[in-house]
């Protein structure tokens, strides 16, 4: 989708966001608020998920039982 209308909410959205955006100070201490300083992810975390996504995927794509009992 493009186009002038487009363009113009583009426009209006970036002035208003504009008007509207907080000191960097602000924004600053609400980030410390909120995300700790120092990253906590262990160093198996991408493991731990890959195992996780990988179980999910075996699960749903799994054949059910009754309709393996009813092949045979």
Known sequence: MSGPAIDELDRLLAAWAQARRLPDADAARIRQAILPAVP?????????????LSSAI???????AP???ALQ
């Open 67 to 69: 309709a393996l009992a």
């Open 40 to 52: 906590t992810l262990s160093a198996s975390w991408w493991s731990d998920f890959n195992s996780k």
């Open 58 to 64: 075996a699960r749903a794509t799994a054949t059910p």
